[in-house]
């Protein structure tokens, strides 16, 4: 059913569907019910999952059984990361976001 999934751990929401990009290099839309700055939350026992073509009725109605909340937000495709929050909007190039990721960390080293 789950064609893979990642943790909100380090950064939240946003940062990790921008890093959920990056394997494919495939992009997302997604319209999120949170207000902007729950965008980077870090709370617990949060993922976002992609699921595959389908099998998103299975997925819901096992989750449910489960007691594990769970909302369909999206769809993956394209070569941009778009996320709506409560009015604001988030769009940008996966290559774009890439690069930034990569290239933050030497950046505040200094390297």
Same mark, same amino acid.
């Given at each position: ?7 909100? *751990? ?6 990790? +569907? *921008? ?10 839309? =997604?319209?999120?019910? =949170? ?14 999952? !992609?699921?595959?073509? $389908?099998?998103?009725?299975?997925? =819901?109605? !096992?989750?449910?059984?489960? $007691? ?9 495709? $394209?070569?941009? +990361? ?28 200094? =390297?």
């Amino acid at each position: 059913i789950v064609r893979t999934a990642h943790d909100f *751990a380090e950064g939240g929401l946003a940062v990790a +569907l *921008a890093e959920a990009t990056f394997g494919a290099g495939m992009g997302a839309t =997604l319209n999120v019910p =949170l207000a902007p700055r729950d965008l980077f939350s870090e709370s617990q026992a949060r993922a976002i999952v !992609a699921i595959l073509p $389908g099998q998103l009725e299975r997925f =819901l109605e !096992a989750a449910e059984r489960h $007691g594990v909340p769970a909302l369909e937000v999206g769809e993956s495709g $394209g070569d941009r +990361l778009v996320i709506e929050a409560d009015g604001a909007r988030i769009d940008v190039e996966v290559a774009r976001l890439r690069e930034i990721w990569t290239s933050a960390l030497p950046a505040a080293l200094g =390297l």
